[in-house]
């Protein structure tokens, strides 16, 4: 019986020594490609935010979408030469695609050191069709230059926009109480290009300031935003 045991145990080492490199192969693949996803993931975000960045400026500027796409590569760590930027002016698009070199760790055991990670994404802007979330303010149409201040809301002095007229618009029916909602929340409305909105007839400087003073009490943050330092 002693005989039969020693037998048995014979054959379950050796058993054992012949399967464990299937299992440590198994483990390789299991602990290696979650890695490689893990890495995959990461770049198709930092790629996504990089064509992101980059096709705000596509159209205008695209010196400065390039820049652009290779700040937000550098923040999140990669580098210029890991990726491929493709600026399109005429299309107003951006296109990164980062190719990074990823090691194997347990997969070494099986024959593989390195992998060539990659991801792909573009961005396109296009014009606004549609917005909600509006404040009901208006400004007369113009060619606006970027970086040139408008005046929002006018004085009860100003006659810049015609008599009544002082940049308040009545979304949703109109009246003070309503304006004062929409100026501190948004309008809930969809307002699409194209749309014709009526005024709000009157200066109502007082809902004007309760509102604004309601959104400027919202910035909580140490030191808060000002009107010459903000990020929003």
Same mark, same amino acid.
């Given at each position: 019986?002693?005989?039969?045991?020693?037998?048995?145990?014979?054959?379950?080492?050796?058993?054992?020594?012949?399967?464990?490199?299937?299992?440590?192969?198994?483990?390789?693949?299991?602990?290696?490609?979650?890695?490689?996803?893990?890495?995959?993931?990461?770049?198709?975000?930092?790629?996504?935010?990089? *064509?992101?960045?980059?096709?705000?400026?596509?159209?205008?500027?695209?010196?400065?979408?390039?820049?652009?796409?290779?700040?937000?590569?550098?923040?999140?760590?990669?580098?210029?030469?890991?990726?491929?930027?493709?600026?399109?002016?005429?299309?107003?698009?951006?296109?990164?695609?980062?190719?990074?070199?990823?090691?194997? /760790?347990?997969?070494?055991?099986?024959?593989?050191?390195?992998?060539?990670?990659?991801?792909? *994404?573009?961005?396109?802007?296009?014009?606004?069709?549609?917005?909600?979330? *509006?404040?009901?303010?208006?400004?007369?149409?113009?060619?606006?230059?970027?970086?040139?201040?408008?005046?929002?809301?006018?004085?009860?002095?100003?006659?810049? /926009?015609?008599?009544?007229?002082?940049? *308040?618009?009545?979304?949703?029916?109109?009246?003070?109480?309503?304006?004062?909602?929409?100026?501190?929340?948004?309008?809930?409305?969809?307002?699409?290009?194209?749309?014709?909105?009526?005024?709000?007839?009157?200066?109502?400087?007082?809902?004007?300031?309760?509102?604004?003073?309601?959104?400027?009490?919202?910035?909580?943050?140490?030191?808060?935003?000002?009107?010459?330092?903000?990020?929003?």
């Amino acid at each position: 019986m002693l005989k039969f045991f020693k037998k048995e145990e014979g054959v379950a080492l050796i058993l054992f020594a012949l399967t464990l490199p299937v299992i440590l192969g198994c483990a390789a693949l299991v602990v290696d490609f979650g890695v490689q996803y893990g890495t995959k993931v990461r770049l198709q975000n930092i790629a996504q935010a990089a *064509a992101l960045a980059a096709a705000q400026d596509a159209g205008a500027d695209p010196a400065a979408a390039y820049q652009s796409a290779v700040e937000y590569l550098n923040l999140n760590g990669v580098e210029e030469h890991e990726a491929h930027i493709d600026i399109s002016q005429a299309e107003g698009s951006a296109r990164v695609t980062i190719t990074k070199e990823s090691d194997y /760790y347990f997969a070494r055991i099986l024959g593989f050191k390195k992998a060539d990670i990659s991801a792909d *994404a573009k961005a396109v802007s296009v014009g606004l069709s549609s917005v909600t979330g *509006a404040a009901p303010l208006g400004i007369l149409f113009e060619d606006f230059e970027y970086g040139q201040k408008y005046r929002l809301k006018c004085g009860s002095t100003s006659d810049e /926009y015609g008599p009544g007229n002082f940049g *308040a618009l009545g979304l949703g029916g109109g009246g003070a109480n309503t304006y004062r909602e929409n100026l501190r929340y948004g309008y809930t409305g969809e307002l699409k290009v194209g749309d014709v909105v009526d005024i709000e007839s009157g200066n109502i400087s007082g809902p004007t300031s309760e509102a604004i003073r309601y959104r400027l009490n919202q910035d909580n943050r140490i030191p808060p935003n000002t009107f010459d330092d903000h990020d929003r």
